[in-house]
């Protein structure tokens, strides 16, 4: 599963805009658009998610989840869960 904050920050790595992630991934810029603006995790249509994935990666992109490991060498950019205050 892909974020929103995941798939801006993505496009910023890039250095992309929406249209250009929407050409790659071979679908609409609202599309793209509706993606950025969910909250949390992407939703809408599979078909449409699993496109906008494989064009990130194509791209050269990582998708890292939560807890998981980067299998891959190269930078990156990680949100940390804040430490809760004592």
């Given at each position: ?10 496009r ?39 496109k ?35």
């Open positions: 599963m892909i974020t929103a904050s995941q798939l801006r920050a993505a910023a790595l890039l250095g992309i805009d929406q249209k250009t992630l929407a050409e790659l991934a071979g679908v609409s810029v609202p599309t793209i658009q509706r993606m950025e603006a969910s909250q949390g995790n992407v939703r809408g249509v599979v078909e449409s998610l699993t906008v994935v494989e064009a990130l990666d194509r791209a050269g992109i990582e998708l890292i989840g939560e807890n998981a490991q980067s299998v891959s060498s190269g930078r990156g950019v990680r949100l940390k869960v804040p430490k809760p205050r004592s």
